[in-house]
């Protein structure tokens, strides 16, 4: 998404007249447009792994003991039995991100279609950049928030969890019945040594044994593309619609998209995960995931609405949009599906979380 819809180029024609003489309400018709095309392709990027949310807190759990099945005879009752509870709370941040513009009637009169589009473009990166910072934060943050307080509506306090991490909270138990220890239990793994194909391999299983169905996808940063390319026993690789594969070798079918290096799936680990580069992974961490079960993450918006990049100002009814104060959106990551994603960490034998700006 990144280098879509530019406003620098909707306005080009324009370019060298001042805003003044473009005119300030055709100005804002554009930006306007702009933004709701924007507003939908940011959203429908994290709508891959966030459900979109009003709701701020939940309580996780389940029943922490099992029901056994008694053999009875012909005239036996079964025993009464109970499950005892375990559940937990956690929630979804929510925090007021933005830029300050507060642009004035002599900056219109002085400033170019153009100087104004190039600065607008760069807010609305500075907009991205924010958003995949707090997703990389959600994700690959392994300690839980246990202080956040709800400033924006009561300072109610309450713990924003993060995937499975051994913090002895309640987890499911395996499609196949298989028990986990929630002391020790985690979805935050290191390499055991140098990299190797059964670490990549152990993320993966560390995801899949949750789920009984769902598409398996493996996330890495474009540097680490080499290194998953030379396991060539686990990696089957897409390949260009301008290479001819001959022979007996297997070929997942499928053709290699030139044209995004950095954002594009590249081929199949171990005949079940599907493999991407995306341009949002750090470098030495890998994230995998179940497409098809509940998303690991919520976004969570505002209850007025306000979850779209906007522009914001005091009062709405005495100015004009583009004299706004600032531009920004309330948002934020939760993790809702905790076992719905593991992260590896390629840069050492000790989980290490990244610096995210």
């Known amino acids: 998404m990144y280098g879509t819809l530019s406003l620098t180029d909707l306005l080009s024609d324009y370019a060298n007249q001042t805003v003044y003489q473009y005119n300030l309400d055709r100005m804002w018709d554009q930006v306007d447009a702009y933004l709701a095309a924007r507003n939908r392709l940011v959203q429908g990027t994290f709508d891959l792994l966030a459900d979109r949310t009003t709701e701020r807190i939940w309580r996780d759990g389940g029943l922490a003991d099992d029901f056994v099945f008694q053999r009875l005879d012909e005239f036996a009752a079964p025993a009464p039995q109970k499950a005892a509870g375990s559940s937990f709370a956690s929630g979804a941040p929510l925090e007021k991100w933005g830029v300050g513009v507060q642009w004035t009637a002599s900056y219109f009169d002085r400033k170019t279609v153009r100087e104004f589009a190039l600065q607008f473009d760069k807010i609305a990166q500075a907009d991205v950049d924010r958003l995949f910072n707090e997703l990389q934060r959600a994700l690959f943050t392994p300690t839980n928030n246990t202080a956040y307080t709800d400033y924006w509506i009561d300072r109610l306090p309450y713990t924003v ?197």
Request: aromatic share 10%; no cysteine.
């Open 161 to 357: 969890r993060r995937l499975l991490n051994a913090d002895s909270t309640y987890i499911p138990n395996a499609p196949d019945g298989t028990a986990f220890t929630a002391a020790t239990h985690t979805h935050y793994l290191a390499r055991v040594a140098a990299l190797a194909a059964s670490d990549i391999t152990a993320t993966v299983d560390t995801v899949a044994e949750h789920f009984s169905a769902g598409q398996l996808r493996l996330h890495i940063n474009r540097a680490q593309e080499s290194s998953v390319r030379g396991f060539t026993s686990n990696f089957k690789p897409l390949h260009s619609p301008m290479v001819e594969v001959r022979g007996t070798t297997d070929v997942v079918r499928g053709n290699l998209q030139l044209l995004s290096p950095n954002d594009r799936e590249i081929g199949l680990w171990d005949d079940k995960a599907l493999v991407s580069v995306k341009p949002w992974i750090p470098a030495s961490y890998m994230f995998a995931y179940m497409e098809g079960a509940p998303k690991p993450l919520v976004m969570r918006v505002p209850e007025t609405g306000l979850g779209g990049g906007n522009l914001f100002f005091e009062d709405e009814h005495r100015h004009h949009p583009l004299t706004a104060q600032f531009f920004g959106r309330y948002f934020g990551f939760g993790t809702r599906n905790r076992a719905n994603g593991a992260i590896l960490y390629t840069g050492g034998t000790t989980y290490v979380s990244p610096t995210i700006a």
